[in-house]
């Protein structure tokens, strides 16, 4: 049992619990930014996983992960464009073509990595974010618990700059939602399409502006889980964080500081679980994505109290139903 | 100048469009493998010859096409009162997960006695697995769409570690992974061929079945009420949630039979579970549009198009993934054809003279 408690306090378990976190919380923002001007994107495990492919990719071939990170957010900012044309202004069902939006890129990934990639971890590394220079503290015979404490905070701030780019982001974005006229028109898309258009504002080309952004926060949040963590591309581990990262945005009620407190929440699961798993002995990331489903799952059900889902999402028709009258 | 006006399909048209929906899929999958560099020469010969051209590709093509037309079907119900279920998938693995455990657990019990339980548990499951994030949604408002998916993953989960097989989460579509059952479960000792033919039999006659509840009984005209317009049904005084409810249980038992049997081996050509046939299931529901009846025919076609993609990439040495993205292709097409065919093209020669100024006070006409 105090092993099990043990483990917070090992070396280096509250990075990578941040590691774990920001390609979730990136990608839950890219799902949060979507969503809010009413564009249910289903699309995010595929987004997530092209993503990460074509992050890896583009880092094996340029040498540097800021090609990586350029690559799939150019990506994900054109499946994000295909995705919004076909749901906005064509009106097809969120549901369904998000889905297809997650087989079909899936599907280009598995093209994309290579055949002979089944699943298994690539064993090439490619380059990484490195995490920030800190300086470590000297030793000194006294004050002894302070010191402890303080090399626990510097070790905490060892991180890539990606990931604390991430958590800026978070909170731009919160701005953007509540402090800018942007940020109104796009909440506005979601909860009342028909005020945008009186405004002599585009509802489509706001959500689609909405869905090329969030998409490609998404596949940048794939890219940002090979390039700041591993180095190496595994299907096995990569799957089923897409959808882990649309349900935080759903459960956080679209809202940044809420899906922050839950990207951090399941960071900090999923760096548990692994360390845990490591005591065991056996390396599979299976446990590792159940832990985090059910974990999605339940703060889903939770906090589906408070989310205006229906504020956002009933009000689909109103958009269609406006004609293109002169 | 060429406008476009909404009216309701014709019959003819509506029937057209999942057919045309269908082509364009069926032409754009090697479109798209050639735009990703590989051969697609000759693709359409190859894709025919690998679902029809051969005894064994046909018999493959067959065994799918049974539990496609469970998936198919259990996705249209639930779309047809207007339940967003995308879990068929997990719904179908959630049936065959609960055959497997109770295969295990089972060892030293009489196969008969098995094989009747398992049959019951698969389509339990199932219907657990729908009908509880569909009662969330009545007393919680949880958004059902979300939590069926997560649950896909968890089924996947659960299934591959029962089986000891590598996850690959979103598998490809199709027969590729096949995941080994365990000794102990009774095999039926069926042929090849009769498991197929009683597939289709049991799903064809449930399709019929789904056909004539909801054309012709009291049941069918409340599911179209509440498919048409639920708000008007709640206050026609129809229980929406409940029957919400149980049609969502309806719906999970159906893909949860069909992972069981698929299990169990009663039904497909090779035996074991397929990954993908939720997901290629909804593609099937979205051919079919409104009629259950018309799941059979979709099945059919879904199924050629998995074992002609199949073959298309095994010719071309390309990956099995290419499945997932036909599913894809149709998953759009779909919707896509069935939204043009509520619209007709019309060349207006004139152009309309410019309105004249409504005298002051006068309401103005079609205020938007």
Not at chain 1, 14 to 26: G, K
Not at chain 1, 304 to 315: A, E, K, L, P
Not at chain 2, 116 to 125: M, S
């Amino acid at each position: 049992m105090s092993g099990a408690l043990e483990i917070f306090a090992t070396a280096g378990f509250w990075p990578a619990a941040l590691i774990a976190a920001a390609p979730l919380l990136l990608a839950a923002l890219g799902a949060l930014v979507c969503g809010r001007a009413g564009v249910l994107n289903l699309g995010a495990e595929g987004l997530f996983i092209i993503g990460a492919v074509a992050g890896y990719l583009a880092t094996q071939r340029a040498g540097t992960p800021l090609a990586g990170a350029a690559a799939a957010l150019a990506i994900g900012a054109t499946i994000g464009l295909l995705h919004g044309i076909l749901v906005s202004p064509f009106g097809l069902p969120q549901a369904t073509t998000g889905l297809a939006v997650t087989l079909g890129a899936a599907g280009v990934a598995q093209f994309l990595a290579g055949p002979s990639v089944t699943g298994s971890a690539r064993a090439l590394r490619v380059e990484t974010f490195p995490p920030v220079y800190l300086p470590s503290l000297p030793d000194l015979a006294r004050g002894e618990d302070a010191i402890l404490v303080a090399r626990a905070a510097i070790d905490l701030l060892r991180v890539p700059a990606a990931v604390y780019l991430t958590f800026v982001l978070a909170i731009v974005i919160a701005y953007m939602f509540n402090r800018t006229p942007l940020g109104l028109a796009l909440r506005a898309c979601g909860e009342n399409p028909d005020a945008v258009t009186t405004q002599g504002r585009s509802v489509h080309r706001l959500r689609i502006g909405a869905d090329m952004a969030g998409s490609a926060m998404i596949a940048l949040g794939g890219a940002l889980f090979v390039l700041t963590g591993t180095g190496t591309l595994s299907f096995g581990v990569i799957n089923g964080r897409g959808f882990v990262a649309l349900a935080i945005a759903v459960a956080a009620g679209w809202r940044p500081g809420r899906a922050f407190v839950a990207a951090i929440g399941l960071g900090i699961a999923d760096a548990y679980q692994a360390r845990l798993l490591q005591l065991a002995s056996t390396t599979t990331g299976e446990l590792a994505l159940l832990v985090l489903l059910v974990l999605a799952l339940l703060i889903l059900a939770a906090t589906s109290r408070n989310v205006h889902w229906r504020q956002i999402f009933g009000r689909q028709r109103a958009v269609r139903r406006t004609p293109a009258k002169r | 100048m060429i406008r476009f006006e909404k009216r309701g399909a014709p019959l003819a048209l509506e029937i057209a469009a999942p057919v045309l929906a269908g082509l364009a899929a069926a032409v754009l999958t090697p479109a798209t493998l050639a735009l990703l560099g590989y051969p697609a020469r000759s693709a359409f010969a190859v894709m025919a010859s690998g679902a029809f051209g051969s005894g064994a590709a046909l018999s493959a093509t067959f065994a799918m096409a049974a539990p496609l037309m469970l998936t198919g079907l259990a996705s249209l119900l639930s779309f047809s009162v207007r339940l967003n279920n995308l879990g068929a998938e997990g719904q179908l693995l959630g049936g065959a997960l609960a055959v497997i455990l109770l295969g295990t657990v089972m060892a030293r019990v009489p196969a008969p006695l098995v094989i009747i339980i398992a049959t019951l548990a698969g389509p339990l499951v199932g219907a657990l697995m729908l009908a509880g994030p569909v009662a969330m949604k009545a007393r919680l408002g949880t958004d059902e769409t979300v939590a069926t998916l997560l649950l896909n993953m968890i089924a996947l989960i659960g299934i591959a570690a029962a089986t000891g097989t590598a996850l690959a989460a979103i598998a490809p579509t199709g027969a590729q992974q096949t995941f080994a059952l365990p000794a102990a479960l009774p095999s039926s000792g069926l042929g090849m061929t009769a498991r197929i033919a009683i597939g289709l039999m049991i799903a064809c006659l449930v399709c019929i079945a789904a056909m004539a509840v909801t054309r012709y009984t009291v049941t069918g005209f409340v599911l179209r009420a509440i498919g048409g317009n639920p708000t008007a049904a709640r206050f026609a005084g129809i229980p929406v949630d409940r029957i919400q409810l149980t049609v969502g249980a309806v719906s999970g038992a159906l893909a949860g039979f069909a992972g069981a049997a698929l299990a169990l081996g009663f039904i497909g050509g090779a035996g074991g579970i397929t990954a993908g046939l939720g997901y290629a299931g909804i593609a099937v529901a979205l051919l079919a549009g409104r009629w259950p009846l018309a799941v059979i025919p979709a099945a059919l076609f879904v199924a050629a198009l998995i074992t002609g993609t199949q073959a298309l990439s095994r010719a071309a040495g390309a990956p099995l993934a290419l499945a997932d993205i036909a599913i894809a292709l149709t998953l759009l097409a779909a919707p896509a054809a069935a939204a043009l065919s509520r619209y007709s093209i019309r060349i207006v020669r004139a152009i309309p003279p410019a309105p004249s100024a409504p005298p002051a006070g006068s309401p103005t006409p079609n205020a938007t």
